[in-house]
């Protein structure tokens, strides 16, 4: 019975793939995070350009 406890002790087969879950999650939110601001930026200069077009006319 001891042997069976100190096996699962020394697992650490579960910690790790939790690990790699939270790096994955984490790089996830920043790809997220960055595709928001980088869409803010390109629809703020779209709206510019289109502000500078209509002028024009």
């Known amino acids: 019975m001891t042997?069976?406890?100190a096996?699962?002790?020394k697992d650490e087969s579960g910690a790790t793939a939790i690990e790699?879950?939270?790096i994955?999650?984490?790089i996830?939110?920043?790809i997220m995070v960055?595709?928001?601001a980088v869409g803010n930026s390109l629809n703020a200069k779209f709206s510019?350009?289109?502000t500078k077009l209509?002028?024009?006319n």
């Open 3 to 5: 042997d069976i406890i």
């Open 7 to 9: 096996h699962f002790v």
């Open 20 to 22: 790699y879950g939270l």
């Open 24 to 26: 994955a999650a984490l």
């Open 28 to 30: 996830a939110l920043a």
């Open 34 to 36: 960055g595709g928001g």
């Open 48 to 50: 510019s350009i289109a």
């Open 54 to 56: 209509n002028a024009t």
